[in-house]
């Protein structure tokens, strides 16, 4: 399932707010449907963040609900990154626990070809409650701990699929350059290229709007 080509963004803006980085993430996703190009963004935070699944609402004012599924995820000393697969790769086309697995996979060879022991979960039931406190089968954990160092949700709209994926590493390696990040770009794809400054800048401006009119907002944020 690996895509002939991957487009990157490391954003290096750790000062976004969760509203901020969820409409990035929101429009770097339709960016991709409309190029028909598989796209990613790597970012950080410099405040503690929360986001939570689409089908639930935030406990805490500082929440954000999220454009995907999942439950409660506290952001804050981990990298985070949104992966948007136009539905004309394999990849889109894929069962979701297929697409989740081949995502862990990838991520869990960059780590460890980083010197970040990680290891696949093979197995685990169902779980509800905060992401990281309740590991599923294909996340990410510390083979040495059982604590889950990595995790995702995906949702699928017109055809194509968003993947937000967390990865709870040591400092040196929470950066959008941290050297795991282009072995895993590799794995995923055949080439990868990155976003012009010309893009980021659209879709920065395109993200302005759904800050106002949807992450900031009472409707999105609370039943």
Known sequence: ??????????DENPARSAAENMALDEVLFL????ENIVR?????????AVTV?????????????RMTGGGTVEHGNDVTFSLAFPGTTAMARASGPDRYRHVHESLTLALNSAGH??????????????CFASPV???????????????GAQRRSRGA?????????????????????????QALAEQARSFS?????????????LVREKYETKEWNTL
């Open 197 to 209: 400054d010309e893009t980021i800048e659209e879709l920065i401006q395109s993200s302005k709007i």
């Open 161 to 185: 699929v968003m993947h937000q994926g967390s990865v709870r590493v040591p400092d040196e390696l929470r950066s959008p350059h941290a050297r795991w990040v282009d072995p895993f770009l």
């Open 1 to 10: 399932m690996k895509s002939a080509l991957i487009q990157f963004w490391k």
């Open 137 to 151: 089968q294909w996340d990410i954990i510390d083979p040495a701990s059982g604590s889950k160092i990595a995790g």
């Open 117 to 130: 022991s990680a290891q696949l979960l093979v197995s685990r039931k169902k779980s509800t409650g905060p």
């Open 40 to 48: 990613v963004r790597f970012y950080t935070w410099s405040m503690p």
């Open 31 to 34: 960016s991709a449907i409309r």
């Open 53 to 65: 699944g689409y089908f639930e609402r935030p406990q805490t004012r500082r929440g954000v609900r």
